[in-house]
């Protein structure tokens, strides 16, 4: 693991200090560094005893492949466990804290990359612990080449979805937040959170955020994943069923429509594209 920031290339604009997460940070940078690697292992050793995750997590990863553009290079922001080496494995991967399966340490909101020289940006459990999702957006517009996108798949607050993760999980559930804010979203720990930013920001902000970034359109908005999520044990516990009536589950879901997931999902895959 490297404490060096990776150099800015070309064109792209001065190193700034990522909001709350530095990586410059002295003794707290490297007590979150190291508490940031345990748990990046720690996920990689539940994910080997988890089946139902594997299986999950590798049909999230098909869709979001589905939905990346031609246009290359595709870059994973937050790649932490680096599980998407499995299912994109031409993509690159890059996290804030740099672990030996990544390929650089990069800032979310300092991208260390030219004007127009990404093909696709793919953010997957990472939108809702930025602590400044505002500037993200901004370094997207700026480094995606015409056509490129922004491929996310994050939490998604439904009706069946709410109490399970305001009152069972681990992570921070705040309604009354400002998806698009510069700053103070989350603190100094990249494991800080609020699982609401992904679903206030593409149903209740998704016109604010093409206003203020105005090379940026919503492509699409998908709805995914019912209770078959949870009751898979997710990276703290096993399935709470046994495999056979886990995978019954999963296939009820995959019959019913697409719009009942807006009451019972627990996922969202969103796409944004630059527009000229």
């Known amino acids: 693991m490297s404490d060096r920031s990776e150099p800015w290339e070309g064109s792209a604009p001065p190193a700034k200090e990522s909001i709350g997460r530095s990586p410059s940070d002295s003794t707290r940078g490297v007590t979150w560094r190291q508490a940031t690697l345990a748990k990046f292992e720690e996920h990689r050793r539940a994910w080997d005893r988890n089946e139902a995750v594997r299986e999950l997590y590798g049909r999230w990863y098909g869709r979001v492949k589905q939905e990346l553009p031609s246009i290359k290079p595709w870059v994973e922001i937050g790649s932490g466990p680096g599980f998407a080496r499995q299912f994109i494995p031409e993509?690159?991967?890059?996290?804030?804290?740099?672990?030996?399966?990544?390929?650089?340490?990069?800032?979310?909101?300092?991208?260390p990359f030219e004007a127009q020289s990404i093909g696709a940006l793919v953010l997957f459990d990472v939108l809702?612990?930025?602590?400044?999702?505002?500037?993200?957006?901004?370094e997207a517009a700026r480094v995606?080449?015409?056509?490129?996108?922004?491929?996310?798949?994050?939490?998604?607050?439904?009706?069946?979805?709410?109490?399970?993760?305001?009152?069972?999980?681990?992570?921070?559930?705040?309604?009354q937040a400002d998806p698009l804010a510069d700053g103070g979203q989350s603190g100094d720990d990249p494991f800080d959170s609020n699982?609401?930013?992904?679903?206030?920001?593409?149903e209740r902000r998704r016109a604010e955020l093409e206003r203020r970034f105005p090379t940026l359109r919503?492509?699409?908005?998908e709805r995914l994943a019912g209770p078959?999520?949870?009751?898979?044990?997710?990276?703290?516990?096993?399935?709470?069923?046994?495999?056979?009536?886990?995978?019954?589950?999963?296939?009820?879901?995959?019959?019913?429509?697409?719009?009942?997931?807006r009451l019972i999902g627990f996922r969202l895959l969103a796409v944004v594209e630059k527009v000229s």
């Open 91 to 111: 993509m690159e991967l890059t996290d804030i804290v740099r672990a030996p399966w990544h390929d650089r340490e990069v800032s979310a909101d300092a991208l």
């Open 144 to 175: 995606l080449k015409q056509g490129g996108r922004v491929v996310l798949c994050e939490p998604y607050v439904s009706p069946l979805s709410y109490p399970v993760y305001k009152f069972f999980h681990e992570e921070d559930l705040k309604m």
């Open 218 to 221: 919503v492509k699409s908005v």
């Open 128 to 138: 809702h612990h930025l602590p400044a999702p505002g500037r993200f957006w901004g």
């Open 228 to 261: 078959s999520y949870p009751v898979s044990g997710g990276f703290s516990r096993g399935p709470l069923v046994p495999p056979l009536l886990w995978r019954w589950l999963v296939a009820v879901e995959d019959r019913l429509p697409q719009a009942l997931f």
């Open 195 to 202: 699982q609401a930013i992904p679903t206030l920001l593409f």
